[in-house]
């Protein structure tokens, strides 16, 4: 009996296919490497709270991947910490075994860094060699990986603020490292999503959506500063000025002094601006919904009513680090988010 013939697909076809799944092949990596960021941006929000930033005290992208094995590692370690500033002056009675807790974060935290330009610069390179990145997409990719590199950059210098003589890093430099992580996930997750419209020939459209994207912009701009005061609020530990809500320090205005630098003055700063950014997200998801965005306006909607609440019960709670470290996760997906819409708004 003769077997049945298999289907003979046109080669013209085969290869179009074949030409699509590269740009989705792409933009999966890139999905993945946002993934990266957004983990390192929770484990970073950790090893604040833990206050486990300056436990490792030198620079080493490479060995530091290897955490102390035998005894004598771990001691070593423990007295170049025990001679910073912090270990000093503030954990002057820490012996080892509560060492070892803090190391782990910040090591931890190292780690998926490095980890993040291995998976970045490897599979890029290996893109590039098969000619799989699209015209007009290798600017970008570049940009992502110098940012990705700007970013440990930014780690050390951060971290050397708080090993000269000041027991903490300078909440300047945590907002800066912070939003460049940002910055990054953000720039993955827009190329990521460009590539995959490419791949099923969706075109941007002139005025596409034009009432959304009068109000993502705005709504950005919001979260993008109320992030920033977030950043100042934690490194200032600016949570522990004012455990009431809504009344702060008894009355609705406390006293102000500088809006960057006095605690209680960002945390009010940083809790007035959660009204606006709760309103205009929530602006933002009528319309996104009004305009055929059911998804991205849920996402929206309900996320930014967790946000807030997480936020006033991280604050009457006393900053809890299981409360103040999802108020963070929740601040990177809720700009996730916004990155989604946005696209959408525009295709």
């Known amino acids: 009996m003769a077997s049945a013939a298999l289907p003979a697909f046109p080669a013209a076809d085969v290869a179009e296919r074949s030409v699509h799944a590269r740009p989705r092949a792409v933009a999966a990596w890139l999905f993945a ?6 983990a390192m941006v929770v484990v970073g929000g950790i090893t604040r709270l833990t206050e486990s930033g300056l436990s490792i005290v030198k620079w080493n992208p490479v060995g530091g991947m290897v955490p102390p094995l035998s005894a004598a590692d771990w001691n070593h370690v423990f007295a170049e910490y025990r001679a910073s500033p912090q270990g000093r002056l503030v954990n002057t009675g820490m012996d080892l075994a ?3 807790g803090i190391f782990f974060w910040e090591w ?5 860094g490095m980890s993040i330009g291995t998976v970045f610069a490897v599979p890029l390179a290996a893109f590039i060699a098969l000619r799989w990145v699209p015209r007009d ?5 570049a940009a992502l990986l110098a940012l990705g590199g700007l970013q440990g ?3 050390w210098w951060m971290v050397a603020s708080g090993l000269d003589q000041l027991p903490a890093v300078a909440p300047e430099r945590l907002a800066t490292h912070l939003v460049n992580a940002l910055v990054l996930m953000s720039g993955c997750l827009w190329t990521a999503l460009d590539l995959r419209a490419d791949a099923n020939h969706i075109s941007p459209v002139a005025g596409a959506r034009a009432k959304p994207t009068l109000w993502i912009v705005p709504f950005f701009a919001l979260l993008t500063v109320q992030i920033v005061w977030g950043a100042l609020t934690a490194g200032l530990r600016a949570g522990h000025a004012a455990d009431t809500w809504p009344l702060m320090l008894g009355a609705w205005v406390p006293p102000l002094a500088s809006l960057v630098a006095d605690p209680v003055s960002v945390q009010f700063v940083h809790r007035t601006l959660a009204y606006a950014v709760a309103a205009a997200a929530l602006g933002t998801a009528f319309v996104t919904f009004r305009a055929g965005g059911g998804r991205r306006s849920a996402a929206l909607a309900s996320l930014i009513v967790l946000q807030f609440t997480l936020g006033v019960l991280t604050i009457i709670h006393g900053v809890p680090i299981a409360l103040a470290a999802a108020h963070q996760a929740c601040a990177a997906l809720l700009l996730a988010t916004t990155v989604w819409t946005a696209h959408w708004a525009r295709r």
């Open 153 to 155: 950059a930014i780690g």
């Open 33 to 38: 490497v946002a993934a990266l960021v957004f």
């Open 137 to 141: 997409y290798g600017w970008r990719l």
């Open 108 to 112: 931890l935290h190292r780690l998926i």
């Open 98 to 100: 509560a060492f070892k």
